[in-house]
T-cell receptor
Framework: QKEVEQDPGPLSVPEGAIVSLNCTYS??????FMWYRQYSRKGPELLMY????GNKEDGRFTAQVDKSSKYISLFIRDSQPSDSATYLC?????????????FGGGTRLMVKP | DTGVSQNPRHKITKRGQNVTFRCDPI?????LYWYRQTLGQGPEFLTY????????KSRLLSDRFSAERPKGSFSTLEIQRTEQGDSAMYLC???????????FGPGTRLTVT
């Protein structure tokens, strides 16, 4: 079983819809949570970053962390066709040496005009 | 801030050949990471540098793989005696000490024929 699980999709929504993307994890040591967006054949682009539990909002994006349930979410409001991409969750534990990221497998999102 | 750059962007090689990839991190970032991503999967951690010191290596990094970061600036990842299973996207990321966000380059796509 992988440490971080993510539904691969594809998730298809109409333009303007609210999108909910989720990850579950098993390692209770994870404290730092990130969401990356990756377009086809490109490198991941950092979207949101949160520490521990709670919500964080940035424009159309809201990240939520529920450490008690080991569950994180990314919400996208007023989705646009340009949001069509693969969304990767990533997490890291407090470590003495480095802070390597453990990724989910990614969810492919398609926003249709 | 010119971002993380990687060269080449795409490399096609025959099985058994050696290949070398280069990563130039964001200039003020002293931490540098290598990840590998196969089709439909999230990136997997390979190795990490703090300045010029290689501080952590994944068990995914077989003895055919070697990474260097002379003078704590750019880094190279060499794969010797390539195998078809090495075909993947090799991603480089960088960050500053004490900051958890990692910024990725565009990746080098390796195809072993």
């Amino acid at each position: 079983q992988k440490e971080v699980e993510q539904d691969p999709g594809p998730l298809s929504v109409p333009e303007g819809a609210i999108v909910s993307l989720n990850c579950t994890y098993s390692n209770s040591a994870f404290q730092y949570f990130m969401w990356y967006r990756q377009y086809s054949r490109k490198g991941p682009e950092l979207l949101m970053y949160t520490y521990s539990s709670g919500n964080k909002e940035d424009g159309r994006f809201t990240a939520q962390v529920d450490k008690s349930s080991k569950y994180i979410s990314l919400f996208i409001r007023d989705s646009q066709p340009s949001d069509s991409a693969t969304y990767l969750c990533a997490m890291s534990a407090l470590r003495n040496a480095g802070n390597m990221l453990t990724f989910g497998g990614g969810t492919r999102l398609m926003v249709k005009p | 801030d010119t971002g993380v750059s990687q060269n080449p962007r795409h490399k096609i090689t025959k099985r058994g050949q050696n290949v070398t990839f280069r990563c130039d991190p964001i200039s003020e970032h002293n931490r540098l990471y290598w990840y590998r991503q196969t089709l439909g999967q999230g990136p997997e951690f390979l190795t990490y540098f703090q300045n010029e010191a290689q501080l952590e290596k994944s068990r995914l990094l077989s003895d055919r793989f070697s990474a260097e970061r002379p003078k704590g600036s750019f880094s190279t990842l060499e794969i010797q005696r390539t195998e078809q299973g090495d075909s993947a996207m090799y991603l480089c990321a960088s960050s500053r000490t004490g900051v958890w966000e990692q910024y990725f380059g565009p990746g080098t796509r390796l195809t072993v024929t």
